[in-house]
T-cell receptor, first 114, second 115 residues
Framework: SQKIEQNSEALNIQEGKTATLTCNYT??????LQWYRQDPGRGPVFLLL?????KEKRKERLKVTFDTTLKQSLFHITASQPADSATYLC?????????????FGQGTTLQVKP | DTAVSQTPKYLVTQMGNDKSIKCEQN?????MYWYKQDSKKFLKIMFS???????INETVPNRFSPKSPDKAHLNLHINSLELGDSAVYFC??????????????FGPGTRLTVT
């Protein structure tokens, strides 16, 4: 079955630095990969979607890469701010791909210190 | 206006009871979902509906019964609650079923505690 792994250890960085979060997957080649942000006590909020034929996607200070050979996506936040502190989830669509189903990783918690 | 809303926000009940969680979306989406997030923060899909039709049932115990009276509403009824049902339940919606091609919009969650 499809498996997604995100670094379960919290990532602590200094304000202004670039945060890089990793999402690895196995046993499948998804057509899409999504990233969400979840704050404590709230539902996940969609951030970015990247397709298998896209190497990179950007939105303001966010950048996502998708390496289908390595089966890995990297999520970057440049010029990080304390307000970026949250848990970040990656998700992919397993086969058959027409059910709306997403499989989520367990998330990586980012803490940006001022 | 809240895009995806759920009620109640908190639900504390005893083992063996029956409870319901309601969800409504005002985004005009065709597809709605129920997810369960356990204490380890894993978010797992339980059900999906498309235009009131059940699409996914992820081997959830049949004590859980979703109902979609119309495409803007998806309710979750749970019979004979067990301790292991304690979790946060999220409702979500998306424009369609095309796999990961659509972003999903999540509600604020319902924290269910079974004592």
């Amino acid at each position: 079955s499809q498996k997604i792994e995100q670094n379960s250890e919290a990532l602590n960085i200094q304000e202004g630095k670039t945060a890089t979060l990793t999402c690895n997957y196995t046993n499948y080649s998804p057509a899409y990969l999504q990233w969400y942000r979840q704050d404590p006590g709230r539902g996940p909020v969609f951030l970015l979607l990247i397709r298998e034929n896209e190497k990179e996607k950007r939105k303001e200070r966010l950048k996502v890469t998708f390496d289908t050979t390595l089966k890995q996506s990297l999520f970057h936040i440049t010029a990080s701010q304390p307000a970026d502190s949250a848990t970040y989830l990656c998700a992919l669509d397993p086969p058959p791909g027409n059910t709306g189903k997403l499989i989520f990783g367990q998330g990586t918690t980012l803490q940006v210190k001022p | 206006d809240t895009a995806v809303s759920q009620t109640p926000k908190y639900l504390v009940t005893q083992m063996g009871n029956d409870k319901s969680i309601k969800c409504e979306q005002n985004l005009g989406h065709d597809t709605m979902y129920w997810y369960k997030q356990d204490s380890k923060k894993f978010l797992k899909i339980m059900f999906s509906y498309n235009n009131k039709e059940l699409i996914i049932n992820e081997t959830v115990p049949n004590r859980f019964s979703p109902k979609s009276p119309d495409k803007a509403h998806l309710n979750l009824h749970i019979n004979s609650l067990e301790l292991g049902d304690s979790a946060v339940y999220f409702c979500a919606s998306s424009p369609g079923l095309a796999g990961g091609a659509y972003e999903q919009y999540f509600g604020p969650g319902t924290r269910l505690t079974v004592t």
